[in-house]
Structure formats: C-alpha cells, structure tokens
C-alpha cells in the first residue's frame, strides 16, 4: 500500500476530495467526497480504485438538489419581472431609464415570455428572441434587450427560483458605435439661419449653447443668469439639477423671454434632418462639448455644464461657485 496519494479525483469537471481511514472491517479503506453545486456525493472503498468506480458510478446517478426558493416570489417571467423592477432595480434609477425599462420589455420580452415559468426558459428562445431584433437592422436595441434580460434572469438565480441562466451561452453581435459628429461652425449658422423667424430657432439655439440632452429639454427653464434642467443620467432615483450659465452665444436669443417651450423631441429630429439629413439631435450636444474645448473652458466646468460626474471624492467635495462658472462660460464666443 503506497504511504502517499493523491487527496483530490476530478473526473467530468468535478473535483472531489479523498481520505484514508481505518476502521474494524478493513486495515484501511478510503472515502471520495463532493459536496458542491447542489450535490452530496459520498463513497467509499477498500481501495482507491473501487472507490472512484463508486463514485464515478453515483455521480452519473446523482440529481443536484437546488435550493429551496424565497417564499412569495413570482416564478412566472411576467410577475417575477414586476416584482424584480418594483422591488429592486427601479430603486436604483432614474424615471426615464424606467421608462425606457417597460418600452423594452412590453415590446419584445413579455410577447416572447408572458406568464412562461422561470425554469421552463430556454437558451434557445432567448437566442432567438436577440436574433430577430438583430434582423431588424437594430443591434444596439438588440444589446439593450439582452442586457434587461440577462438581469432579471440574474436576479432569478439569486432569489433560487433557478440554478443557470440561459443568457450565458447566448451569441450577441458586436456592432460599431456611431459616435456623435458636432456641427461646423459654418453649419451652426445655417442651422440657425434655416430656422429664422419660427419657434425652432430658439429651440434649436438653446440646444447648441447649453450641450442638453435631447430628454433634458422638456424640463429646460430660465433661472436668472442661467439655463437649469434635470440632469437624466444620474444613476439614482433622486432627481438631479444642472446649471448651464447663458454664454455670450445663447444670450442674444433669450431677449425678452422668459419661457422655455420645446416641440417633442421627435419633431425637432426630423426638422434637423430635413436641413442635416447626416446630423442627429444628440449632435448638437457634441458640439457644444466640442466649442467648450476649442474655447479653452476648464474640465471642471464643461462636464458641469453638459451633467456629466466629477468622479469620486470630486463629486462630494466640490462645490463650485456661480462666480466661476460664469466666468467660465465667457470664453464660449466665437
């Protein structure tokens, strides 16, 4: 009998554990044990040999016991889903990411799942479903859809209602990201001579020379020196404000106003694009960004003006005064 051996068997991606004891039948005899992933495998033999037979032989009959799961959780995909937005995510984020939660899943993830149970859900259909939203000529809504699916399957597995998720082997696309592509000067003119004498021109002049967000300009009002909306991709649900001051470019076409209306956003996008068929709505953001850093405006400033996070400590510690951002914004002028 060999004085050493190995104390670990891994057979069919299963890495077991193995002793040698003594006991009143035999001089020696040695156990094979696994107790992961749902199983509780434990054999035993007068040899090793016997005793990985033995356990080869009980693994391949062994059902994995999964754990029992949260009591009063859904395990419909419909009313876990609900739950899962209710209780957790919409904690989390934003109205509009809301919102834009239940324009995904009513439109492709409840026709495709309904009231299906958790565990009955299939790789399969899963791939199927990214499939088709591909074949629509849509990847990023595609890559959206999956990543809301991917969670809500997630969070079934946290709450035991299953042990894998079919999303792990699901094949998504990469597709190249168009980036936004800010506006010439020459073209910033044209814009805003396109649009004289009607209603967009304000709009069009507010969204150039504050960098908002296309979701933003509805919540848009005049604040004294100063242009405030509520900032949408703060990743809470606490509503967020931002303060764009009315630079030197902004101010000629706020005299004597002192509401802020927009059209929907829609409207807006197909009057851009009836001048820029090339150029979208979101553009007029990048080129506020852009005229911000050909303008020598500090870091600091330009990621306050447009909403984006100091990062870290900045965030918490920083309070910037109106002085310096108005001072800041004066260089916008070209």
Same mark, same amino acid.
């Given at each position: 009998m060999p004085n050493k051996f190995k104390k670990i068997f891994r057979t069919n991606g299963y890495t077991a554990w193995i002793r040698?004891?003594?006991?009143?039948?035999?001089?020696?005899?040695?156990?094979?044990?696994?107790?992961r992933s749902g199983y509780n495998i434990s054999v035993s033999g007068k040899t090793i040999e016997i005793a990985k037979q033995r356990f080869i032989d009980?693994?391949?009959?062994?059902?994995?016991?999964?754990?029992?799961?949260?009591?009063?959780?859904?395990?419909?995909f419909n009313e876990f889903t609900m739950y899962f937005f209710k209780s957790f995510r919409w904690r989390k984020v934003v109205k509009e990411t809301q919102r834009i939660d239940m324009q995904r899943y009513n439109m492709y993830l409840l026709p495709t799942f309904s009231d299906k149970e958790l565990k009955n859900i299939t790789p399969g259909e899963c791939q199927k479903l990214i499939d088709s939203i591909f074949a629509k000529g849509t990847p990023k809504q595609a890559t959206e859809v999956f990543s809301l699916l991917n969670q809500i399957l997630k969070m079934a597995i946290k709450h035991n209602l299953i042990v894998h998720n079919p999303c792990d082997i699901v094949f998504v696309q990469k597709y190249e990201k168009k980036h936004g592509k800010a506006l010439t000067k020459d073209e910033e003119r044209e814009l805003l001579k396109a649009t004289s004498g009607t209603p967009y021109l304000l709009m069009f002049a507010i969204a150039l020379y504050t960098g908002l967000r296309p979701n933003e300009y509805k919540?848009?009002?005049?604040?004294?020196?100063?242009?405030?909306?509520?900032?949408?991709?703060?990743?809470?649900?606490?509503?967020?404000?931002?303060?764009?001051?009315?630079?030197?470019?902004?101010a000629p076409y706020l005299e004597n106003i002192s509401e802020i209306k927009f059209y929907s956003v829609?409207?807006?996008?197909?009057? =851009?694009?009836?001048?820029?068929?090339?150029?979208? +709505?979101? $553009?007029?953001? *990048?080129?506020?960004?852009?005229?911000?850093?050909?303008?020598?405006?500090?870091?600091?400033?330009?990621? =306050?003006?447009?909403?984006?996070?100091?990062?870290? +400590?900045? $965030?918490?510690? *920083?309070?910037?005064?109106?002085?310096?951002?108005l001072n800041e914004s004066a260089k916008l002028t070209y």
């Open positions: 040698r004891r003594s006991d009143d039948r035999y001089k020696c005899s040695y156990e094979v044990r696994y107790r009980a693994l391949n009959n062994a059902e994995p016991k999964e754990k029992s799961a949260d009591k009063g959780i859904p395990t419909t919540t848009a009002r005049i604040d004294g020196k100063f242009i405030i909306a509520n900032n949408s991709k703060q990743k809470d649900s606490k509503e967020h404000i931002k303060r764009i001051p009315i630079t030197p470019m902004l829609s409207t807006l996008r197909d009057k =851009l694009q009836s001048i820029f068929p090339k150029h979208k +709505l979101y $553009d007029l953001r *990048t080129t506020f960004y852009t005229r911000c850093q050909e303008c020598g405006v500090t870091d600091i400033a330009r990621n =306050l003006f447009v909403g984006h996070s100091l990062g870290g +400590l900045a $965030d918490t510690y *920083t309070d910037i005064s109106d002085e310096y951002l």
